[in-house]
């Protein structure tokens, strides 16, 4: 289970991460049958903006539970506040029941979206996984074009700064899951956006595939099912990523789903909608 709950996966799909998110592990091993020559990664879009008449939450909290294959080991909670023009989003992923006694996971990141432009204001992430402590802040500076890690190894008292280039807009893994539910999500089309993933900049698709009904604990919904792409970096060394948006002016992420290539398949089921 260290795999099914790790905090990259919650990170983008959370996952997205994601798509949050997410948000599957940075360890996965990609499938060696499926090796091919790899494609010229996809130009680096434009982040677009929010489309017209979208409204965020003033204030919401999706809880999900989590299983890994046929086990329920997790609950992750998004807590989505707008004050002063940006969107401020919290997720929480913790191990429960048996699956915390073996392997205890208490995660928890920061992220946040100018609701005008969509550009994300920074991610921050505080991970402890077992013995392993982490705490990393990635700030965005778009006036210089640069983006800025500080990261602590609380175990080892280490530290490191990185710095790389970036656009004038990005995303990144958890806000990604939330400006997804601003921009149009039409069944056959794909849309693409920039993504800040450690330290480089990649392109994401996120491929509006079809149609589905998904019963979930909170209720059942007529959802778009969006599954996230790219040509490198996190989503596409991750295994497969989608996300179930409800097929209203909402685009609320109801179902998230990690299928790794080794690790197997990790499941978010919308369990609770509060607006408080």
Not at 65 to 80: E, I, K, N, P, S
Not at 181 to 206: C, H, K, N, W
Request: hydrophobic share 40%.
């Amino acid at each position: 289970m260290k795999a099914g709950i790790h905090s990259s996966k919650l990170a983008f799909a959370l996952a997205a991460l994601a798509l949050t998110a997410a948000p599957v592990c940075a360890q996965l091993l990609r499938n060696p049958l499926a090796a091919k020559p790899a494609a010229p990664p996809r130009p680096i879009p434009q982040l677009q903006p929010p489309m017209a008449g979208f409204d965020f939450p003033q204030h919401q909290t999706l809880t999900y539970t989590v299983d890994w294959r046929v086990f329920q080991g997790g609950l992750a909670v998004f807590h989505l506040d707008q004050a002063n023009g940006i969107l401020k989003i919290s997720a929480t992923a913790d191990t429960i029941g048996a699956v915390n006694m073996l392997f205890p996971i208490v995660d928890r990141f920061q992220s946040g979206i100018d609701v005008k432009t969509g550009c994300s204001t920074g991610f921050n992430k505080q991970i402890q996984e077992g013995r392993r402590k982490i705490a990393s802040e990635l700030a965005f500076d778009y006036a210089r074009g640069k983006q800025n890690e500080y990261a602590r190894n609380l175990v080892k008292g280490t530290a490191t700064r990185k710095e790389a280039n970036i656009p004038a807009c990005v995303s990144d893994s958890l806000s990604a899951l939330f400006y997804t539910q601003a921009e149009p999500i039409t069944v056959g089309q794909t849309f693409y956006f920039p993504l800040a993933d450690s330290m480089r900049t990649v392109t994401v698709g996120m491929k509006a595939e079809s149609r589905e009904e998904i019963k979930t604990p909170a209720g059942t919904f007529q959802t778009i099912k969006v599954q996230a792409t790219a040509d490198e970096g996190v989503v596409k060394n991750r295994g497969s990523i989608w996300i179930w948006y409800t097929d209203d002016a909402r685009h609320l992420p109801v179902q998230m789903q990690a299928r790794a290539f080794f690790w197997g398949t990790i499941t978010f089921h919308l369990q609770s909608i509060d607006f408080k």
